[in-house]
């Protein structure tokens, strides 16, 4: 049998405030776990009574609650039987204070046990290489669980209204005492929502729900990679009981290049140099997503060199800037060569080049 808090100190129900602190003060001591090891169960009951009892507010709710032993019924509430709360991981404020303003009716933390968000929905949206360096505008058909047209969600027949719940009368939820904690429980008769349907809608047969495609126009922001999520907040499925609709991620599918290869922001692309350019150094043609652009070649340019260009990259996602093009060496060695060329390579060879 659970000992009541009062009983925990000792006290009677009508102890003052001296009283309370001076049975604290007497168990303490006897019951310190570092003058009495063994005691750590009991020190914890006495604390956690003394934190409750010691506070004129919060004894006043303790007493309020008029439960029979005042403490958490043996096995109940999640704790194992015999367990003395830790009151120190508790913050009581934060228990008694949600109890007492569901009662009250309205308030915020009333408004989000009732109703429950809508669910988030992910889509993919599959677009070109050259849209996720430019951006783009694109409409995809979403399947989504919306509000019902015909009673706007609600899930009444045309012409009738929800009604409060009798049992939970409109809160949502119920108490159930378990002892100094009570444990609020969504409301069997009408599962939250604070209203039941009596004629139920038609189309819907009351549930307020249906599923409909909704074709959404979204904007693909320049710089986006494959797997980046755009969030498009209250567009996902349809709050219950009036609460706010989910989110919609749009999840950018972005085909590969055939040409750029993507690292970050920058963009690898194989420019092909000619084995006399590599030596000599000089100019070749390299491709860009804005056009082709001249690209110097140092002379003694080795194969597999990255040379970097400048800013031509993709745009840096939600910011100012861009990443770079880096060229990617490759040397071109002739199949053939003619008569003249070949005389050339054999004086050079015999150059010691
Ligand atoms: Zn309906
Ligand atoms: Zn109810």
């Known amino acids: 049998m659970a000992k009541s808090l009062y009983e925990s100190l000792g006290v009677s129900k009508n102890a003052t405030q001296d009283e309370i602190k001076k049975a604290y003060r007497k168990l303490v001591r006897e019951v310190h776990p570092d003058t009495n090891p063994g005691n750590e169960e009991r020190f914890k009951e006495v604390q956690g009574a003394y934190d409750v009892l010691s506070d004129a507010a919060k004894r006043k709710q303790y007493d309020t609650m008029g439960s029979a032993n005042g403490r958490?019924?043996?096995?109940?509430?999640?704790?194992?039987?015999?367990?003395t709360y830790d009151f120190a991981d508790f913050d009581l404020g934060?228990?008694?204070g949600g109890l007492f303003n569901r009662g009250g009716g309205g308030g915020r933390q009333q408004q989000q046990q009732r109703g429950?968000?809508?669910n988030d929905v992910e889509v993919d949206v599959h677009i070109p290489f050259e849209d996720a360096l430019k951006g783009a505008q694109v409409t995809i058909p979403v399947e989504l669980e919306l509000a019902c047209h015909t009673c706007h969600g609600t899930g009444a027949a045309?012409?009738?209204?929800?009604?409060?719940?009798?049992?939970?009368n409109g809160s949502g939820v119920v108490a159930t005492s378990q002892?100094?904690?009570a444990l609020q429980e969504p409301c069997p008769r009408c599962h939250g929502r604070g209203s039941i349907v009596e004629t139920p809608c038609p189309t819907c047969h009351g549930s307020g729900r249906e599923r409909r495609t909704k074709r959404y126009t979204v904007k693909i922001p320049a710089g986006v990679k494959d797997g980046t999520r755009i969030k498009l907040k209250g567009k996902g499925e349809a709050g219950y009981g009036g609460a706010p609709a989910g989110d919609l991620y749009v999840v950018t599918r972005v085909e590969p290049s055939k040409i750029y290869e993507r690292r970050g922001d920058d963009l690898v692309v194989t420019v092909p140099v000619p084995y006399t350019t590599a030596?000599?150094?000089?100019?070749?043609?390299?491709?860009t997503p804005d056009g082709t652009v001249q690209l110097k070649i140092p002379s003694g340019t080795e194969d597999g060199k990255l040379l970097r260009i400048k800013g031509r990259g993709v745009p840096h996602l939600n910011g100012e800037g861009r990443g770079d093009v880096l060229a990617r060496i490759k040397i071109q060695?002739?199949?053939?060569?003619?008569k003249k060329q070949r005389e050339a390579l054999e004086a050079l060879q015999e150059a010691g080049a």
């Open 116 to 118: 429950q968000r809508g």
């Open 179 to 181: 002892g100094l904690f």
């Open 94 to 96: 934060d228990i008694f």
């Open 72 to 83: 958490a019924r043996a096995g109940g509430g999640g704790f194992s039987p015999g367990t």
């Open 279 to 287: 030596a000599l150094g000089g100019k070749v043609e390299a491709p």
């Open 333 to 338: 060695v002739p199949k053939k060569v003619n």
């Open 158 to 168: 045309p012409g009738t209204a929800p009604i409060t719940c009798p049992v939970c």
